[in-house]
């Protein structure tokens, strides 16, 4: 008995042994861009080395891979890195990838572009410099059809189960990041800064999403700071300063046809400081689609002299006349949307505006201890504005509140 237990024992601890020794090596294998051929010296254009870096790192067949840009200034015309990766695939950037500062030397819609990849994991203390600054006074898109197509900085699409953490964007020439189909992602840590006055510089841009997490990331640009768009759903939103900017909004929605419903998404703990807009929903007026917008809640949201603190717009026209105009009513359904303990300042006079859609009231509208005072030039109270809304409020309630 005593020597079969003994027995057991050996072997136990030898099948330990085997499975420690065989286990696969935890870190993965690093390729400093350094050493594979890229110069810093923030003129010759990196596009090549990195790519090729991309190609061998994704295409290991076992265990996973890291990039590592390491401090100095990486010059890199437009990039695209193609998936699907046999691997989890990881870029630490400590370092300066510096964009082209002439715009037509990026020959695609997005300078930095990740598509078709799960488990992508982007990191680190360094920065995206998007040189924006030669290329927004060409930026006459808003009456200029053929406007000169300038790239947005870093782009995902039908990307799955990735993040990014930690880097900094600035000055992109259009949008810092976009992402397309792309779900279960988290964006934390991230720093995105364009000055207030450079056009259509949206922080976080996304479309056909779901699942994504933005937390602990200050976001100040000439635009939206985060723009919701068609498909989205499961978006969470915590701990976000966004200022300069017009703020986080949803839309514009309806204006093209096969648009889907937005649903589902919480905003939490957010300030913003002197964006021209804070909490934004945008709906064109007269739609060719006809979805819906449900299940918002907005709370713990602190506003410092914001333009329009609360704004549904279910008429939106940035640059009237719309052909939309004529049309008629917006066709978007926005329903199921909560308010709580939103307070600060106002710079307009109404602090809150709830413009619905007459044929598509909004429905089931909650607001509970709103605090928002005006601090404008002329004097008076802040006010609220309903048209075709249907509610409820509880708690304090400044300003008045014009439900029902
Ligand atoms: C990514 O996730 C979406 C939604 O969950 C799924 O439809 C798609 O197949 C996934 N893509 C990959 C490459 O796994
Ligand atoms: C995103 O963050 C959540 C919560 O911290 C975590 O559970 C999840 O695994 C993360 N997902 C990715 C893809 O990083
Ligand atoms: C708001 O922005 C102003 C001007 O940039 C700045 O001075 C102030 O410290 C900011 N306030 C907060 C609470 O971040």
Redesign the pocket.
Known sequence: MVCMAYAFKILCLFLLFIAVASRPTVKPKVFNVRRHGSKPDGKTDNANAFTSIWSRACGRRSGSSKIYVPKGTFYLGGVEFVGPCKNPIEIVIDGTLLAPANPRDIKQDTWINFRYINDLSISGSGLLDGQGQQSWPLNDCHKNPNCPKLAMTMGFAFVNNSNIKDITSLNSKMGHFNFFSVHHFNITGVTITAPADSPNTDGIKMGSCSNIHISKTNIGTGDDCIAILSGTTNLDISNV?C??GHGISVGSLGKNKDEKNVKDLTVRDI?F??TSDGIRIKTWESSASKILVSNFVYENI?M??VGNPINIDQKYCPHPPCEHEKKGESHVQIQDLKLKNIYGTSKNKVAVNLQCSKSFPCKNVELIDINLKHNGIKGGPSTAVCENVDGSVSGKMVPQHCLN
Request: overall charge neutral; cysteine-free.
């Open positions: 300063k200022g300069p300030v400081n002197g602190q410092i002299d």
